[in-house]
Structure formats: structure tokens, C-alpha cells
């Protein structure tokens, strides 16, 4: 159960990631997700 949440959370933190990139592409924070989720 614990790895589905954490499949979930990776999930809800890429969309933000995503949304937060288009919203505003230059307040880069996060680039520790940002490297990780280059799909986005």
C-alpha cells in the first residue's frame, strides 16, 4: 500500500510540477523534481 501512495504522491507532485511550469516558467523552484520528471 505504502509504494501506491508513494506512486500517487509522484503522480499529484508531477501534475503541480507541470501546471506551476506552464503558469510560470521562469519561478524555478524544485529542481530536484524538475531533473527528475524531464517528461513534463
Known sequence: MS???TG???LMSWL???F???LDKNH???N???NR???C
Open 3 to 5: 509504494q501506491k501512495l
Open 16 to 18: 503541480i510540477i507541470c
Open 32 to 34: 530536484i523534481m524538475k
Open 37 to 39: 520528471l524531464t517528461s
Open 8 to 10: 500517487v504522491i509522484d
Open 28 to 30: 524555478q523552484h524544485n
Open 20 to 22: 506551476n511550469r506552464h
